[in-house]
Every structure is written in C-alpha cells, then in structure tokens.
C-alpha cells in the first residue's frame, strides 16, 4: 500500500498491546491525556508525505506506488540528497525535539537491508532473507517501528554486555513450531506507545556471551507477554500558549520485558549467530543511520538559536556577554550544518551497491553533540535568566483585573507587547528548562551511546595516516 497518512497511522495503534504508564495499562494512546498530543505529532509527519510529495514520497521500485523516500536504499549520492529533504521536512515538523521519529527506523532498516550481504554472512543467509522481505513490508506498510539495542542495566561490574549466559538479559528459550520463544528485558524503546512493532538489533559487540543472547527480530508491539512500562510523561497538554512544546513532542521511553514472547520464524534476522551480531554494526551503520540524526540536530540547534536571539531581542539584551552565547549557538549549527554536507559530499558506496555518507563528520559531531546540545540549553537559561519565570499563563492573560498590569509591567523592549515577551520566555523554558526539556537534555546525552565512548570510539576508529605524515616530517629530520 502507499505511504500512510496520519489518520491510518493512528488507527493502526489500536490494538491489545501491553503499555504501561503511571500504573495504568494503556491500549490506545489517543485516550490517554499525557500521549495524545505526541500521538497527534507523529501523524502529522506522515501526514507530510501528502504535504510535500516532491520532497517525501518516491515510486517504490518494485511497485510503483509511492512509499516514503526514508525507506529508500540508497544508490548514489542523488538518492542521498533526495533523502536528505524528507529527512529535513520530519526534522522542522518538530524542531528536532522527537528523535525517534518513524523516519529513523526506516533509514535504519533501509541501510540493512541495503547491506544484506553482511546480514547473510557466516551461513545468515535465511537471516538475511528474512530482514530483506521485512524492509519490505515496512516500507509498502509504512509501519512505525521502536527499538530496542541495550541490554539491562542490572551489575555493571559485570560489564556492559553478557558475559556467558545471563537470564535477566533477552535470550531465546527454545524453538517453537512456527518460531523461537525469547525471554529477557532491554532498554530503552523511545517512541513505545507511537509504534506497530519493536525491532531489536546489536549494539555492542559481546564476544563472550552465550550465543542464546545473539538476536535480531521485528514483532507486533500487541504480541502476547511483550510487556513496556513507560517513564514518568513529561507532557503538558494543557494548552500550547502555556507550554508551546511539551503538550505535543513528549516521544516517551519504555523499559522493554520480554515474558516468553513468541518470535514468528519469518521475522527472525539472528538466531544464535554470533559472529554476524557482532559484525552487522559495521562502519555502513554509523554512516547511514547519522544521517537522519544530525540532520535532526542541525535543526534542533537552528531552531534554538532562533529563540535564544529572539529572547536576547525581546529584552533589549545587546551586551558583548549575551552576544558572545549566541555567537556560540550559531557555530555549533553552522559546523553541524557543515558536516552533514561535508559527509554527502564524500558519500560512496560501501558495498553491495548501498551507498551512504562519509562517516567522519558524522563521528566527529557524534563525539561534540552530547556536550554542545546541554551547553545550549545552558546558554538559553544565562541568557533567560528570571525572565524565563515571570511568564504569565493563558489563563492569567485572560484575566481583566490582571490583564492591564500584564501588558503594563511585562512588556519587553521597544514596542515588544506582554504577550510576545511571554511566548518567546514560555518557548525558551520549554526548550531549555522545563521537565520535556530535561528528558531531551538526557536523551541528547545518551542515545547514540554516551558522549564518553563516542570520543573513545573517534580516537580508535579514527584514520592516522596525514596526521603521522605530518610528525613525521619533524621526528625524521637529520639532526
Ligand atoms: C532518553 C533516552 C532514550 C533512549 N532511547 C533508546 C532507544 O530508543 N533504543 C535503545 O536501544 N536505546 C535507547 N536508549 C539507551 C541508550 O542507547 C543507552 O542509554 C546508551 O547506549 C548508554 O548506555 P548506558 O546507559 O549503559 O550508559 P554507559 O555507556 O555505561 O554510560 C553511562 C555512564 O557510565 C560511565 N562510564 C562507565 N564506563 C565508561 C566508559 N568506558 N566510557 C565512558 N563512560 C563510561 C559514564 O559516566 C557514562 O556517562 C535511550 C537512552 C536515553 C537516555
């Protein structure tokens, strides 16, 4: 079928799944007052493939009818730039605050599938085969999709992944008739009540578990015993005057456990194979998913330049020590504008025919972005200061008797009215300050690992040769 709208994508969520919040069992997130309003934002960005057809919607290539141009398996850098579009309408819809909108799984799966022939390594080939068929499906689908990479936190002197066997981690059980019964938990499925199904895939290599931990599947998000307990909801749907930001862009996290879950055969990518877990997340991974996450950030760090100057403006703030902080806010979206160009340009294929970017930029700002994004909304809250505080709400505004006193003491600079003043601060504090703004601050931090191992992974992976050149020529110079 042809890509979905948001009114199919919502019907879609409807089903038996086992969805915990605050201690209630929720099965359909429109019900619900703390998930509506990020329901209602994730069908709006399916709803773009029939705003902007030009920029998200292509043929599929087997059919014909027109899926979402995040599914696409990317054949040159055309393809790259033609992705990069659709990427970029998704990332506007909401400022970058969502990053696991459905658009991120796609260009995932479309990576893997685009590079089948590791999946098919090490007698994988029904493995293989089987993620090929479901990128499929996903595509003329256009399912949302969870996932889950991380395995539970429970004795971290134990190392970061399995060692041996360990029945708190996600394992299979046995084989079923139609399939394999997997038990287990794992973190951490950002966007849980949003999605049809939950993909789990490796992360880290883990050369010394048992191979029972080795997995890769897809199921339906209502497949029996699959249990999530979402955290607190950070929503606050109350109306968008108040909170501009927290009533629609809340994705939620869930902790994920497995309670004998039955995995269709046809929907297994890695059953037990070792070696292919820990070589699929090769260098294509990095270079293919980062696209849509640094097209992302770059439009996070636009948009939260915009409303820091905006704030700076509204009160008249011209020092050299606030221009200072928004000149630091402009270079880091400028550099990361720059280096997803820079990883287009120097896109090439990386083997069976899939081409994706030149993942050193997209390192590099993997290794910067946890730090530079908390330094943002550091600079937002210096430059906010109280003001970001002395905010009247919707409710106060429509206040006579506090209205006139409103409008006489809030107002901002120039003939900036109370009202604009208190938008611009709400937005700011939302962004930067609020509970929605702490829970993106961690997700920053975190979700493509932490900022730590991204700088240790850089160094290891990094490239030596110009670098030793250019010592060289110091350290072999006669005497
Ligand atoms: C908001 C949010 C959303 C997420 N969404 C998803 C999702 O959708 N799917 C998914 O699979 N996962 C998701 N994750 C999980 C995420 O992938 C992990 O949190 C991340 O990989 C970090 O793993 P960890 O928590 O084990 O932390 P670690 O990597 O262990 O880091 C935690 C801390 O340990 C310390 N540390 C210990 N050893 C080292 C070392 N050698 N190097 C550096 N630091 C070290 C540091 O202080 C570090 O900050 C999400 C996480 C968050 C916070």
Redesign the pocket.
Known sequence: MPARTGAQFLRGLRDNREVWLAGQRVTDPMDHPALRGAAEAIAATFDLHYEYPGDCLMPDPETGEQIAVSHMIPRSREHLLQRHKALRRVAEFSVGLM??TPDYMNVTYAGFAGRSDEWGANGNEEGAANLVAFQKELARDDLSL?????HA?VD?SKG?VPTGFDDTQLHKVEDTEHGILVRGA??????APFSDEIAVYP?QPMPDASRRHALSFSIRMDTPGLKFICRDSVSQPDNRFDHPLSGRFDEQ?AFVIFDNVEVPRNRVFIDGNLPVYNSVMSESWRANAMHQTMIRAWTKLEFAWGIATRMADTIGAKDLVTQEMLGEIWSYAELTRAAVRAGEEGAHEYGNGAWFLDSRPLGALRAMLPYWLPRVNEIIRLIGSHNVLATPSAAEFADPRLRPLIDKYLRGAGDVTAEERARIFRLGWDFAGSALAS?NE??E?????????NR?GAQLRADRTEANRLVDRFLREPV
């Open positions: 990053g696991r969870t996932h889950t990479l991380i936190t971290k970061n794992r973190v951490l499925a950002t966007l992360s996290d829970r961690q997700y931090r975190f979700y493509l690992t932490s900022g730590a191992r240790q």
